[in-house]
């Protein structure tokens, strides 16, 4: 079934650590989004990509980084976390003009 | 760039009374409207969406509209059930080139809806 997998799922990590949150997509879209939300709060466009070797910073300032080498993967990394990068990351995707689908999001907790 | 206000923050009614949540945005040029629907600890769904060469779009239960004019636009549900409870969100876009539209949401309200 055609759908937008990431993991882990939760992840919970001391301060200073290097993180990497995973995003696959089966959906054949060119398109991949990452969005920070915290719980129940409103969602901000972190990092885009329009395609292979194509990524755009968003709206919302992130000391993350991300990568496209495949269509369908889309890692973020963060090189040393900190207890102010807790929060819900959603993956997403979408095709030309056309809706963005979101992933199960990963819940980050920073200790 | 697009700012997107959203009203109420939250929203209660009662099971079968209608419910209507409205957005405004800021950018004229914005021409995609999406509404999703976020369940606790879940991901969010879209429900319904409209283009801004389109006024109205029904879709059973659930509309949205659309005023340019005014910059606002609307979700209605009508005969709302207790599993319609959630946080629903709006966003607005415009097509950033490449086919791709980059969504700004507004804050979300939080509905309940009382059996």
């Known amino acids: 079934e055609a759908d937008i997998y990431q993991t882990p799922r939760y992840l919970v990590i001391g301060t200073g650590k290097k993180i990497t949150l995973e995003c696959s997509q089966t959906?054949?879209?060119?398109?991949m989004y990452w969005y920070q939300q915290d719980p129940g709060m409103e969602l901000h466009l972190i990092h885009y990509?329009?395609?292979?070797?194509?990524?755009e910073k968003g709206d919302l300032s992130s000391e993350s980084t991300v990568s496209r080498i495949r269509t369908e993967h889309f890692p973020l990394t963060l090189e040393s976390a900190r207890p102010s990068h807790t929060s819900q990351y959603l993956c997403?995707?979408?095709?030309?003009?056309?809706?963005?689908?979101f992933g199960p999001g990963t819940r980050l907790l920073v200790l | 760039g697009e700012n997107v206000e959203q009203h109420p923050s939250t929203l209660s009614v009662q099971e079968g009374d209608s419910a209507v949540i409205k957005c405004t945005y800021s950018?004229?040029?914005?021409?995609?409207f999406p509404w999703y629907k976020q369940e606790l600890g879940k991901r969010p769904q879209l429900i319904i969406d409209?283009?801004?060469?389109?006024g109205e779009k029904k879709d059973q239960r659930i509309a949205v509209t659309l005023n340019k004019t005014a910059k606002h636009f609307s979700l209605h549900i009508t005969e709302t059930q207790p599993e319609d409870s959630a946080v629903y969100f709006c966003?607005?876009?415009?097509?950033?080139?490449?086919?791709?539209?980059?969504?700004?949401f507004g804050k979300g309200t939080k509905l309940s809806v009382i059996p």
């Open positions: 950018d004229s040029a914005s021409n995609y």
């Open positions: 959906m054949g879209h060119d398109k």
């Open positions: 409209i283009r801004s060469n389109v």
């Open positions: 990509s329009y395609g292979v070797n194509s990524t």
């Open positions: 966003a607005a876009s415009k097509n950033s080139g490449a086919g791709s539209y980059q969504l700004t």
């Open positions: 997403a995707s979408s095709n030309w003009g056309e809706t963005q689908y």
